[in-house]
DNA sequence: AGATAATCGAGACGGTACGTCCAGTCTTCCA
DNA sequence: TGGAAGACTGGACGTACCGTCTCGATTATCT
């Protein structure tokens, strides 16, 4: 709005980026996507995006934060909170986006990047961030499942979430096992006994 | 066994690995430690283990493999699987071992070198077997769980893994918070409820 | 003059200079005496000067003709005729201003930059036109020893110029070595013997 | 001698510098024929010499040094020190061959290199060098002059040949003057006045 | 105690990418 | 509307490691 009230042609770019930032972000992930973080090469996100390998040094101080800067302009790892009228549903559907992000042919190596640099690189922060920001998103479906008597008023959002999320990554990412039929399910009533009902094999006096 | 029925002596070297094979593993170690797994470089290793650089690709094709095995004649994976008599108990034990090893100072820079390497490089093999081999030596642990009473048969030993280790690492490495006390038992509690108690009506202290 | 005929700030600027001359200029003479030519560099100068780059390459058109217009503005490169009342103490004053020129601190650099670019790079022309207006000045020292009787009518004076100031130049920034205590005095002993006088070192027939 | 004592295959290179050290040589000294010192590269050195850049960098940290040893390898920089009989003939012919070395096709870059760099770059040894070695070189022509009556024993070689040497790479190089018939003669006989005849009286053709 | 493998070290290499400096050009804003 | 600033392409720098090769020198077992 206020950006173009003076004039149309004024300065979109300054400070913003290079002008190449488009091309460069979008070589940027083809490349995490074709060769996984470890190879990805400024100098081969330079030559794909036509651009001189100076131009990202001066915008990028390293592969990292140029990765990050990719990621946040790209969709990828956008989600989307949903709403199913129950919680064990929304949880199902929540876990299902991360089975597919982390599984899908063009997230995957982002999720995987996630983990080669996120432990401690320069990447850290975006894997930090992009978990605080899911959660915050996904604060108002808790809310409503408490809302609605599914949760108690103390339950910690943050622990159902990493036990789901955890669950998803390290079944697929770490021990590389494919998530069968049925898995997100399970992981979510793991969590998430249905209300009243017993889990059918927990007899004993636990 | 058989390597040594003629002699006490006989060929230990042989195809076994290189003769400085101890003070390369040290290396490797104190390498990933200091500097994480992005950073350890093979020139590296050699340099510090005294030993030309031409040995150690003679007996490994690359890093990963090289760490791998470092890693498998350390101990810094080996588990201890608990047994304190109830299953409450020993996955509490086993979280907690889990986030030391996640913590540790000398422990942690190897968890993160398996989330580093582990999801696409060379390092993948080392993180799926570790986490299956962690899987068969908990088995028993289940086993007696189910013997008691306290888990039905058909309960799926792995999912519970996954849920409690996948909490863990994803709390402590990806999201890179601190565990604070309290964190383990609230997750084993969490896919482990109290007994025929409905998880909505849990609202005391988890 | 017919500059400023019109008005007293009429375009004093254009097809001069830029606005920051001085500074150009001055900041160009300290980079080339703390750095030597060749480590003089365009971009060095704009940033001492407070100065785009473009801002110099808008008036010069590389680093050779900057500083050629940097020196001619300064004051470095004057000579002083000196005027003894004989040919002897003319060029023995000649002599010492090269040698001091040559090895001044301030001048030093100046003059290594002469041998730096002035054998092909762009530095060339001043190089050459520095040397030829020498010459031009010295002329009439030349034509007041002719008058004088001390010099016959068809000497050429760049020859004694060239030998002269080749010795000092030689000895001094080639073989790098000091101008020790009555270099100046022998130099122009060895060009130009007293007349009458044999030298006292030459006994013998040459 | 001892080192093929043993046998005809041992050792050659070591310590000596790279296997392909001739073609880098050559290429070295055509690059500096063809694009003159500041223009020389390394990169363009070793992609002429069929060579990786590394190993360039592997036995010379520079340039300069380079171009020494490419130089020093060469013959370009070889004299021949003239013996005529007397030392006006010895002398003319020193600087008939300065000429030609500062004039030459081959060696004239070669001798701009040495004002290029010799006066503070990684090239000032060198120059230091040639023109040291030279003189050592020289002084045998002038101990036969002592020898013969033509030059007092107290005379300083080095003076002459600074007088003589300067003069020419002065006119040549730095006045970017031709070096026309009979400069070299006028030269050696502007330091070398004929025996009995005071200057102020050579009249004649010089 | 030698013969014979296996293993090692030293030295060198081509190659990729790094991150930086600087040259010189182009585009865009501002006074 | 011309001067200045900012962004850019491009070339080279010098470095770190990669993974490979050759060749002589060591070891360690075997007979």
């Known amino acids: 709005m206020g950006e173009s009230s003076t004039s149309s042609s004024r300065r979109r770019t300054t ?18 996507i074709e060769r996984g973080y470890q190879k990805l090469t400024v100098e081969a996100v330079a030559e794909r995006a036509g651009v001189n390998k100076t131009t990202i040094y001066r915008w990028w101080p390293s592969k990292g934060p140029l990765l990050r800067a990719a990621l946040l302009r790209s969709r ?11 919680l064990r549903g929304d949880l199902i559907a929540l876990a299902g986006q991360m089975a597919r992000l982390v599984n899908g042919e063009r997230t995957g190596p982002v999720a ?13 922060l975006l894997t930090r961030d992009f978990f605080a920001d899911r959660l915050e998103q996904e604060r108002p479906l808790f809310a409503r499942a408490v ?10 959002p943050a622990l159902l979430v990493d036990l789901i999320a955890g669950a998803v990554w390290m079944r697929i990412l770490l021990r590389q096992l494919p998530a069968e039929d049925g898995f997100v399910e399970a992981v979510v009533d793991a969590v998430l006994p249905p209300v009243g009902v017993p889990l059918a094999s927990v007899e004993g006096p636990r």
């Open 112 to 124: 995987r990047a996630m983990l080669s640099g996120g432990a401690q690189d320069e990447l850290a």
């Open 15 to 32: 400070g913003t980026g290079p002008r190449a930032a488009e091309r460069i972000h979008e070589a940027t992930l083809e490349l995490l």
């Open 76 to 86: 990828v790892l956008d989600i989307d909170i949903p709403d199913t009228g129950n």
């Open 147 to 156: 809302a609605r008597g599914e949760l108690g008023a103390d339950t910690d």
